[in-house]
């Protein structure tokens, strides 16, 4: 489904109802997203200044909303751990998590459709929904309380690697949200209702907060840029590698139907020590232009870098030692959907690097392991946050997120 673009003319509301109203159950099933009332934004909207608070992504359907959903402006990613009474059995403990589940759910569907959860003290601020999705992963010990036999062999910390310098305070939770939006306010709103919602329940254990460029900024398909400068995304699958990467197919199994896995890092970037460096020592580092994002080897942004092409004296184009030559994949499943935000905080700069995919150990940690033996842009990058959750099918209304997958 293609997104209103900021040259849109208000449309009558008679024509988006066709596009859209409609078309959005289905489309809400399979995508995760659907707009919201079109009235509002045609009367609100000065010519030429069209509003985008109103628009809203589905939460229900059997795949959660925020991983194919086009990624908004900004991120919260917020991890939790479950307080778990110190003396109760096996039984309350999931009770717990069942209860998590369930306010998750409830106050994830009011929120993204611009109504406050229950006894919400700021109701106002949830008004302005502006894509807001609410995505949620569980760590290890959650799914074993979930169910036993339901924990892939994937979901443990990765192993660690050279570069690594990991805090703790960035480390794996019990549960992970990505809260995702295109107005700070509700955002911020959301998650803190979901915090305090969630207050006897699990405890907070970091946010991270992220951004991209500003909705209406630049053209809404555009790549976004990290802050190296360097376009990110473009070699992201697309279409049936996409749904493939993500959800799996023949020979590649999801941890459950509809689920899918996260590996979240928070990676520091040298700024200051990247502005010693060169336009031609930074394209030959990444093996991409950075103003273009073409592959040194030719072509345009969204084609893939020839490893094989050699200059005048025979040496090749793109180095074997960049960070595109190196995260290439070498088997045909090895593609990951990178969904990361830069982030910003106290003296350190980055790249909140969120990478979705079926398997972690079969898509991501051969690109994970070749990287870290060698790529050139290591010199400027250090991984400080690491942690994996395995993501929940979407639900459908009246339900919660894992209810079928409860062990009883
Ligand atoms: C701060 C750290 C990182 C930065 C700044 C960075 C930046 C980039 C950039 C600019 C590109 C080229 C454009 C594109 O295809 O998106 C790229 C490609 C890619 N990166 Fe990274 N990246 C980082 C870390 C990682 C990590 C940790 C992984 C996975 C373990 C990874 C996997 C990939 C993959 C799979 C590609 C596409 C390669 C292709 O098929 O052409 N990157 N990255």
């Not at 949200?177 to 955002?187: E, F, H």
């Not at 893939?304 to 050699?310: G, I, R």
Request: hydrophobic share 40%.
């Amino acid at each position: 489904m293609r997104l209103p673009s900021e040259t849109d003319e208000a449309p009558a509301p008679s024509r988006r109802a066709l596009l859209f109203g409609g078309a959005a159950t289905v489309a809400g099933a399979a995508t995760g997203f659907a707009l919201g009332s079109a009235s509002s934004i045609a009367t609100a909207a000065p010519a030429g200044e069209p509003l985008h608070g109103q628009e809203t992504v589905a939460f229900h359907g059997l795949r959660q909303p925020g991983i194919e959903t086009p990624a908004p402006a900004f991120v919260s990613f917020v991890g939790m751990n479950l307080l778990l009474p110190a003396d109760a059995g096996m039984d309350e403990e999931r009770e717990v998590l069942r209860r998590v589940l369930k306010l998750i759910s409830a106050d994830a569907a009011r929120l993204m459709s611009g109504r406050g959860i229950l006894a919400d003290t700021e109701p106002e601020l949830a008004t302005n929904p502006a894509r807001l999705t609410v995505t949620a992963g569980l760590g290890p010990r959650a799914v074993k309380l979930m169910n036993p036999a339901l924990v892939p062999a994937w979901l443990k910390d990765l192993e660690p690697f050279q570069m690594d310098r990991l805090d703790k305070a960035w480390g794996q939770s019990d549960l992970v949200l990505q809260i995702c939006g295109d107005d700070r306010m509700s955002l911020a709103h959301a998650a803190r209702a979901i915090l305090k919602d969630l207050r006897p329940v699990a405890s907070r254990s970091w946010i991270q907060d992220g951004f991209r460029h500003s909705r209406g900024s630049q053209d809404q398909a555009a790549t976004m840029r990290n802050l190296f400068g360097q376009l990110d995304g473009s070699g992201n699958p697309q279409g049936e590698m996409l749904e493939r990467t993500l959800w799996g197919g023949e020979g590649l199994e999801p941890w459950v139907p509809g689920g899918t896995s996260l590996v979240l890092r928070r990676i520091e970037m040298d700024l200051d020590a990247w502005d010693h460096v060169d336009r031609p020592g930074r394209d030959f580092t990444l093996g991409r232009s950075q103003d273009s994002g073409a592959p040194l080897s030719g072509g345009g942004e969204f084609d893939s870098p020839d490893l094989q092409a050699t200059d005048a004296l025979g040496l090749p184009v793109v180095s074997p030692d960049s960070h595109v030559a190196r995260s290439q994949a070498r088997e045909a499943d090895e593609k990951i959907l990178r969904r990361g935000y830069n982030y910003l905080e106290g003296g350190s700069a980055g790249l909140l690097f969120a990478s979705y995919q079926c398997d972690v150990s079969r898509q991501f940690l051969p690109i994970q392991r070749r990287l870290a033996a060698v790529d050139m842009l290591n010199e400027w990058t250090t991984p400080i946050g690491s942690a994996v959750y395995a993501i929940l099918p979407g639900c459908v209304d009246g339900s919660y997120l894992g209810k079928e997958l409860f062990a009883v």
